[in-house]
């Protein structure tokens, strides 16, 4: 598949920029995305997370299909969980529980979200706006 | 008889903590697990608490051998925000020392793979050529690791002695064609040690994610100066070596290869180095605005998501390293091997933890 086919079968408004095509998606449409992108062999790159001002998190995937990044945005209001896609991409189970340790967002569809960077006793949401004032 | 062996967090081989656990059955390893983070330095906490200069400073540090690609594709992530050209010259130089740092990186690797397979002579030649090109950063930067070389918009050094950068490098390249390419692709108890063993097939580098030399021995023909191409990269010609084989043989002969190929890429920028300025001017600031800058780097596919809302300070900065995604493969590549054969499946992934925990 190539990532034009990718994009069309994935569907919405994808919006091309400098860096790759981007597409926002509601929570419950992102494993779906992600098994298209797995049907295409598209490579997982990467997931970003990012606070906004009102608490809620803007949260994006990130495939990369022969140099072209395929983005896929969604927005979680606060204490909302994000949908896991560790089960059709493996590669993604690193970036999930890294988003937990930084952000303590939570994951549904995995049976645990264990530590990564920090200590199983530590807690979650290092990089919160709330913890700006941590030494 | 089943049982689970726990190693590390420090080890003998490698410099850098982690752990792995394996599950074993007999000799035969069933699964493994694995724990990082020893190195955690929160370097994107910092990144949001530190202005755009300083920022690129700590970014060079993320990791001790690739430290310019960090700060480079920073860079490129702010430049792609603020529009900033980079004029040509300056990206001609970045190649350069991108492209002397892979050869850095890799000769790093072949030397210590080398000795993981116990070959001691030639890791202490394979050391001597890297100190060659240690010499070449040096004459360029005046620094052995810490380059300081990138800036927004441009470069701060210029290549001033480009002669003497070729002739390392073509050292580099007779040295490896003559003696490690055949060593490595004929030599009997290299191919012995190495071939079949750590299998990583190209469904699973598509699973894991799995970038740079890790993914192309697999037969993942990605490779990112090649695919989208950045500074001028585009008007270079190299090969993208790729191997089917999927096991630490071809992932030492992918490398191998790639040296050959950033000797010939280092030749060609030096013969057509443009003339002209080294960056676009002072530049402290970028406007709001969201990027996504990528880049091959030694170990593979440097990701860097970086977005600013106008002050001098970026509001969220993304790294992902390629070691980060290609150590978790160290779980699939071990499964059914042999005990004795996990430190050379781990070595052949040129793991880097300081990266992996930024």
Not at chain 1, 60 to 81: C, F, I, N, Q
Request: aromatic share 8%; charged share 25%; net charge negative.
């Amino acid at each position: 598949m190539s990532a034009a086919e990718i994009r069309e079968q994935i569907g919405g408004s994808w919006e091309e920029r400098g860096d790759g095509w981007w597409l926002p998606l509601p929570p419950e449409q992102i494993r779906a995305a992600a098994r298209t992108m797995l049907a295409g062999e598209a490579r997982f790159v990467a997931q970003v997370a990012s606070p906004g001002s009102q608490g809620e998190f803007s949260l994006s995937w990130h495939w990369d299909l022969k140099g072209t990044l395929l983005s896929v945005t969604t927005t979680l209001a606060a204490g909302r969980p994000a949908p896991s896609i560790v089960d059709i991409y493996v590669g993604a189970d690193w970036a999930e529980r890294e988003t937990r340790d930084y952000y303590a967002v939570t994951f549904e569809g995995r049976d645990a979200t264990p530590t990564l960077m920090l200590r199983a006793e530590d807690a979650p949401g290092m990089m919160l706006p709330s913890e700006a004032g941590r030494p | 008889m089943s049982y689970r062996i726990p190693i590390g967090p420090y080890h003998l081989a490698l410099e850098e903590p982690y752990k792995i656990e394996l599950d074993c059955q007999g000799e035969r390893v069933t699964g493994a697990t694995l724990k990082v983070g020893f190195n955690f330095r929160g370097i994107e906490w910092l990144a949001e608490r530190k202005n755009i200069t300083k920022a690129i400073a700590l970014m060079e540090r993320v990791c001790g051998i690739c430290s310019n690609v960090h700060s480079m594709t920073f860079c490129m992530a702010l430049e792609q925000i603020g529009g900033v050209e980079v004029p040509p010259r300056a990206q001609y130089v970045r190649v350069v020392v991108a492209e002397l740092e892979r050869l850095h990186s890799h000769l790093l690797w072949a030397g210590i793979a080398a000795e993981l397979i116990g070959f001691q002579t030639l890791f202490m030649q394979i050391f001597r050529l890297r100190e060659c090109v240690m010499d070449a950063l040096e004459s360029i930067s005046g620094n052995r690791v810490n380059y300081s070389m990138n800036r927004i918009g441009g470069v701060n050094r210029d290549i001033e002695h480009p002669e003497a950068v070729r002739k390392a490098v073509n050292q580099v390249q007779d040295a490896v064609s003559r003696t490690l390419i055949p060593l490595f692709t004929t030599d009997q108890t290299v191919a012995a040690r190495c071939r079949g063993v750590g299998r990583f097939s190209l469904a699973e580098a598509i699973a894991y994610g799995a970038v740079g030399p890790v993914a192309r021995a697999s037969g993942l023909d990605t490779d990112m100066r090649r695919d989208h191409p950045y500074l001028a990269y585009n008007a270079l010609e190299f090969a993208v070596p790729t191997r089917p084989e999927g096991d630490v043989l071809a992932r030492i002969v992918v490398r191998a290869l790639e040296i050959l190929e950033s000797c010939r890429i280092i030749d060609q920028t030096l013969e057509r180095l443009p003339a002209g300025p080294l960056h676009a001017g002072d530049i402290y600031l970028v406007p709001p605005g969201e990027a996504v800058a990528r880049i091959e780097g030694p170990r593979g596919e440097v990701f860097y998501y970086v977005r600013s809302d106008g002050s001098d300070t970026p509001t969220r900065v993304k790294v992902r390293t390629p070691s980060f995604a290609n150590i978790p493969t160290v779980t699939a590549m071990v499964r059914g091997s042999d005990l004795a054969d996990v430190p050379l499946i781990q070595g052949a992934l040129d793991p880097c933890y300081s990266c992996t925990d930024r």
